[in-house]
């Protein structure tokens, strides 16, 4: 696999990187057979969408509910959005599903957000599964400003350039990239400015709930780093943590192979013992 340039370490905001009564939440809820719940929340810049071809192979053991971020595909914006925000409504999203005890999946941002949702409710939460995410945003000052003021002065040019490095497949990166620039720009700009203060790797050790990583090869491209990788991305102190490398994918790994991630999700869903790589 081949991408088209390197993504910087500055795209972990991306990677990894009060709402009125009267604001609506587009989500899907999937009845399962079982009593299993699971909870699927899309990054930053994507929507409910990007599950749809994981949602078949999930629904028939679990309860699947697509949570959707304020500002993103169909869901109105929240004036000022953060991490924290978006914690708080994924917390009334949970209860409003019914759901007593989740596996909770997030993809880049949305890796955070869950990563939040589980210190702050641990006993809440059975599983944490975190796709190309980390405990911390690793900019540096001098990253952060320069970020700023490229999406003060050059938004669509920034989006632009930043996803459409983020899939070796045309298809996929056209379907991303229009997502993205579709989301709200004042919801896009506030949470990726959120995320530059994000960091609770010293939180980890306490943390209770079985995590599972799942890395694409665009994060994880060499199989004999990953344990450096996992320790660079603010994942050396966690208490434990398994680990699934997905070979042939960029960021948008759901996209890209959804039937192979939805196995590896409703296997450590079902039974957080199971083996992986660590």
Same mark, same amino acid.
């Given at each position: ?6 993504? %910087? ?8 990187? #009060? ?16 009593? *299993?719940?699971? $909870? ?5 810049? #994507?929507?409910?969408? @990007?599950?749809?071809?994981? *949602? &078949?192979? /999930?629904?028939?053991?679990?309860? @699947?509910?697509?949570?959707? /971020?304020?500002?993103?595909? =169909? ?19 949970? =209860?409003? +599903?019914?759901?007593?005890? &989740? ?24 599983? !944490? ?5 980390? %405990?911390? +945003?690793?900019?540096? &000052?001098?990253? =952060? =400003? ?21 899939? %070796? ?38 943390? %209770?709930?079985?995590?599972? $990583? ?17 320790? +660079? ?41 199971? !083996?992986?790589?660590?």
């Amino acid at each position: 696999m081949t991408f088209r340039k390197t993504i %910087p370490l500055i795209l972990v905001g991306l990677l990894l990187l #009060s709402i009125s009564p009267a604001a609506a939440q587009e989500s899907e809820l999937l009845e399962g057979r079982g009593e *299993l719940e699971m $909870v699927l929340i899309h990054g930053l810049g #994507s929507n409910t969408e @990007v599950w749809d071809g994981m *949602l &078949p192979y /999930l629904s028939g053991t679990f309860k @699947v509910a697509t949570f959707e /971020l304020a500002g993103h595909g =169909k869901t109105q914006p929240v004036a000022d959005n953060t991490i924290g925000k978006e914690v708080a409504r994924l917390e009334a999203f949970i =209860k409003e +599903q019914g759901f007593a005890y &989740p596996t909770v999946v997030g993809h880049g941002m949305g890796g955070m957000i869950a990563l939040q949702y589980a210190i702050e409710h641990p006993v809440d939460v059975h599983r !944490l599964i975190m796709m190309d995410s980390a %405990p911390v +945003q690793l900019a540096t &000052p001098e990253q =952060k =400003k320069d970020v700023a003021e490229e999406l003060l002065n050059n938004y669509d040019r920034f989006v632009a350039g930043r996803y459409s490095v983020m899939s %070796p497949f045309e298809e996929i990166t056209d379907q991303i990239l229009d997502s993205a620039l579709k989301t709200d720009r004042t919801t896009f700009v506030s949470l990726l400015m959120s995320s530059f203060e994000f960091d609770v790797t010293d939180q980890l050790n306490a943390l %209770p709930v079985p995590i599972l $990583v799942i890395g694409s090869e665009l994060l994880f491209p060499d199989p004999d780093q990953t344990k450096t990788i996992l320790n +660079q991305i603010g994942f050396a102190k966690a208490r434990s943590i398994s680990f699934k490398r997905l070979g042939q994918t960029g960021h948008f790994m759901m996209l890209e192979r959804p039937v192979y991630l939805a196995s590896i999700v409703r296997t450590y869903g079902m039974d957080a013992a199971r !083996l992986f790589e660590n």
